[in-house]
Structure formats: C-alpha cells, structure tokens
C-alpha cells in the first residue's frame, strides 16, 4: 500500500506538534515536518523555500503565523495553495480564526484553490493560559488584561488536533468547515479564578482598558506587529461575536469537547503553574 505523505505546517506549534504526535501512530503515513529549523526548512515568509517542502505531498495542514488576520496572509494563502494544488497536492486542512473576517477571506481562497479541503475554525486555546503568552503573568501571579467580561468558549488544543488528524484521514470531512469550541463560555476573570483554585496560589485578575494594556505592552518592549495582533483579538474578536459554544467537536469525534476544569487539573499536575 502507498504511504500517504502528510505535511504538517507549524509542527512545533500547539496544534501542529500534537497533529504529528496523533499521526506518528496511523500505518503508512510519512509525515514531513513544515518549519524554519528542518532540514527542508519551511519559511512563510521566504516563497522560496515551498516548493521544496511540498514536493510528493499529498495533504497539508496549514497554520499560518502569527494569524491570518494580519495583512500579508492573503496573498501568502493564495500563493501557497496554488502552488500546492499545481505540484499535486490533493487536500489541504486550513486552521482558520473563529469570527475573524481577514481569515474568512482566507478560507475563501483555500475552497477555491485547492482540490479537497476542511476548515477548522478556533479562537482561544486552553492552551494560552500554559504555552503561550498568559503564562508568564500566571507566574508573576498578576493577570492584567481588558475585555474582562467578554465571555469566551475556550478551545482544547487537543480537542483541535483531534478533529485537524480526522479531516487529513478521513475523506468524509472533505468540503466541510467545522466550527470549534469548548462546552462552556468563561470570562478571563474566571479562568485565571480556576487556575488559582488548582494550583493553590493567589493569582490576582486586574481588568485594563484596552489603552492601559496597550501601554504597558509597549513599557515591556512587546514588537509593534505583536501589539497590533493582539489588539486585533482583543478589539474586533472578543466583542461577543464568539460568546457561543457549537458542538462541531462531538459531532467529528463522537465525544464532548474538553472542558476548561478538565484541561486546568491535568495541567496543574505538570507543575508548569507553580515554576
């Protein structure tokens, strides 16, 4: 039997190393890693280096980075895509932003352009709060953020690669967007509530203005394109537009999506929370 060779954009991202984890364990798929350190090295913003990449690959599981709501990704998405879709690949599964209009575009062209396809839609991670940016305040023990009462059905990492591994399986998901969340809506306030009772620490919430993070974003010497990614999240994406919760999750694996409680305990118990 052919191995189906599946590449992974982003393979060291939350979502990419643990969609290589779920496919390291299926039976004749060779998977090529997409990223800047590989021996093929992978670069979105090097064109040059994607032939290369994509070279006798039948899937693709795109992530693009930072997000696709950044003004250059429309055209990277159109020109990746063609180019995959000329050298043959046959599907592509495109991790798209939950209520983001400039990723919506995007998810536009990958239909257009590629030969089968799956949409995954998602906003915040459990994630954030443990691998990304919310970790190192978590640490510190103070929390300053705005948007304080937006209410967020945060999403499983592993819930998403769970769903990204079927649709690159399973050709039942093709033509299809699928639109994640978890099964409840929480405010930051509340999760960072959760993340003390777990770990037994007193982490206080500060609320912000969007103006005060801005500032001290930039007092900490956060890159200008950084802050302007996440005032996008914060300004447009977390007006309420994604204050509901779908039940796509159970509807592709047959189970419920991971509750934020859930994802808390088990990562308490790393010790990550209490470095």
Known sequence: MKNTKILVLGSNGKTGRRVVERLEQVENIEIRLGSRKEKIPFDWEKPETWEAVLQDIDSVYITFQPDLAIPSAEDSIENFTNLATKLGVQKMVLLSGRGEKEAQICEEIVKQNAKNWTIVQASWFNQNFSESFFLDPILAGIVALPRAEALE??????????????????????????????????????????????TGRNITFQPLTLQEYNQMLQEYQVPEDHIWLINYLFEQVLDGRNSTITFDIEKVLGRKAKDFSAFAKE?????????
């Open 153 to 198: 059905p945060f999403t499983d990492a592993n819930d998403i690669a769970d769903v990204v591994t079927a649709a690159l399986l399973e050709d039942k998901h093709n033509e299809q967007t699928y639109e994640l969340t978890g099964p409840r809506l929480l405010t930051f306030k509340q999760v960072i509530k959760e993340i003390a009772e777990v």
């Open 267 to 275: 990562t308490a118990q790393t010790g990550i929370w209490n470095s």
